[in-house]
T-cell receptor, first 113, second 117 residues
């Protein structure tokens, strides 16, 4: 029962580099989300998906891209890393019924230097 | 847009005492859900308790309970018999019930809870 698995757990990028944060869930959840957490700022929604092939922007989408080719996977792509993208990134999933909370991954700490 | 406000950046409580964390939210909707999440130093987000807005009865999970005041848009978390393992960041979150969209969670900025031995 893995839940939501995020990789990597830590990463240091240089300005202008690209990378993909991986997220996989094995609970057959329809909805998946990417959040970023900055110190003292709570969590902010980057992108979300309500099912395979469907994605939409959240509150802070600039500088990121996502895809959802399967129910299980929801990778987050950073194309040209900037220092402002230094943050902790969380992937989460849920059933469509809003009474359920989310199941979160363990997070990825990304530093852009 | 919905907003969630946690006015206490940090709280401290003696072990075995009771502490209450505050949360207020702003919404024009009538059907929604409220949650408290715990984030220990491990960084993992853990669901503590949930409350449906249509239920008047306050939710309780063991030592954790809420005081939900819908008219006041207030949703406080009470932790009884505080334990060292309760030390963490606590986030209040709101989720709209619309039945169709993704209805992402809106989070407050968090309250850092310190447990004094």
């Amino acid at each position: 029962n893995a839940g939501v698995t995020q990789t990597p757990k830590f990463r240091i990028l240089k300005i202008g580099q690209s990378m993909t944060l991986q997220c996989t869930q094995d609970m057959n959840h329809n909805y998946m989300y990417w959040y970023r957490q900055d110190p003292g700022m709570g969590l902010k929604l980057i992108y979300y998906s309500v099912g395979a092939g469907i994605t939409d922007k959240g509150e802070v989408p600039n500088g990121y891209n996502v895809s959802r080719s399967t129910t299980e996977d929801f990778p987050l792509r950073l194309e040209l890393a900037a220092p402002s993208q230094t943050s902790v990134y969380f992937c989460a999933s849920s059933y469509s019924q809003p009474s359920y909370g989310y199941t979160f991954g363990s997070g990825t700490r990304l530093t852009v230097v | 847009a919905q907003t969630v406000t946690q006015s206490q950046p940090e709280m401290s409580v003696q072990e075995a005492e009771t502490v209450t964390l505050s949360c207020t939210y702003d919404t024009s909707e009538s059907d929604y859900y409220l949650f408290w999440y715990k984030q220990p130093p491990s960084r993992q987000m853990i669901l503590v308790i949930r409350q449906e807005a249509y239920k008047q009865q306050n939710a309780t999970e063991n030592r954790f309970s809420v005081n939900f005041q819908k008219a006041a848009k207030s949703f406080s978390l009470k932790i009884s018999d505080s334990q060292l393992g309760d030390a963490a960041m606590y986030f209040c979150a709101y989720r709209l019930y619309s039945g169709g969209g993704a209805d992402g969670l809106t989070f407050g900025k968090g309250t850092h809870l310190i447990i004094q031995p």
